[in-house]
């Protein structure tokens, strides 16, 4: 798993290549998380277009990055999320959790929407 960091204007944007299915790949999201909010960053958008397989310990997560970011004032998009992601969490239910997006851009933009 590798992630990409990049920040656009107050919104960071992760990136994420490979399979999310556990150790120590949820160690590293969980950390890129954690080291967003201690730098005071309350968006983020996660770019799912290139995680081909996800487990439960990978959705596991990516719902611990949304609390964590929740309870520290912030908000968390999903953009590009395969069709197998999507499949796992229409199955999980956590579609109704996640705000998910077709492309970053998208998401992006519902940062600003939501601002007005």
């Not at 968006?43 to 487990?55: F, P, T």
């Not at 197998?84 to 998208?106: A, H, M, S």
């Amino acid at each position: 798993m590798q992630i990409k960091e990049k920040i656009e204007n107050d919104i960071a944007i992760l990136t994420m290549k490979g399979d999310l299915l556990g150790e120590p790949d949820t160690t590293t999201v969980r950390d890129k998380i954690y080291s967003l909010v201690s730098d005071e960053v309350k968006k983020v958008v996660i770019d799912l277009g290139s995680v081909n397989y996800m487990n439960s310990s990978g959705l596991g997560s990516l719902i611990s990055a949304l609390t964590t970011m929740r309870n520290s004032g912030g908000e968390l998009r999903l953009a590009r999320v395969g069709t197998k992601v999507q499949n796992l969490f229409v199955i999980t239910q956590l579609v109704k959790v996640f705000d998910t997006y077709e492309t970053v851009d998208r998401a992006l933009a519902s940062f600003k929407a939501k601002k007005k």
